[in-house]
């Protein structure tokens, strides 16, 4: 069974930093390309940022272009989305999700879903 466990979430001020952690167990991260999505009260859930299996291929929305950074280390089973100049639109639970599949910014594509991390950022 593959489970997905974030952590690194919090409350900063705007204009601060966060790093979001998602460890994956239950089987080799190798064989997934990990999304990055989050969901604001009343909102739909949205794509952040993706990244292929082996890191070669990233995607960001373009609304955390220039101030997100998503990487992984598959030695560690782990991905990471770095969180620099937060604005209060930034607000929201953070989820990571795999796919075993090609990078997809599409959110029924992906299988396997953490619980979520809040994320709150005050102005």
């Known amino acids: 069974q593959v489970q997905l466990v974030e952590s690194g979430g919090g409350w900063v001020q705007a204009g601060g930093s966060l790093r979001l952690s998602c460890t994956t167990s239950g089987r080799s991260i190798r064989d997934f390309a990990m999304g990055w999505f989050r969901q604001a009260p009343g909102k739909a859930r949205e794509f952040v940022a993706g990244?292929?299996?082996?890191?070669?291929?990233?995607n960001y929305a373009n609304s955390v272009k220039g101030r997100f950074t998503v990487s992984r280390d598959n030695a560690k089973n782990t991905t990471y989305l770095q969180m620099n100049y937060l604005q209060p639109d930034d607000t929201a639970v953070y989820y990571c999700?795999?796919?075993?599949?090609?990078?997809?910014?599409?959110?029924?594509?992906?299988?396997?879903w953490g619980q979520g991390t809040q994320v709150t950022v005050s102005s």
């Open positions: 990244i292929s299996w082996n890191g070669g291929r990233t």
């Open positions: 999700a795999a796919v075993a599949a090609l990078l997809t910014t599409r959110i029924n594509d992906y299988e396997y």
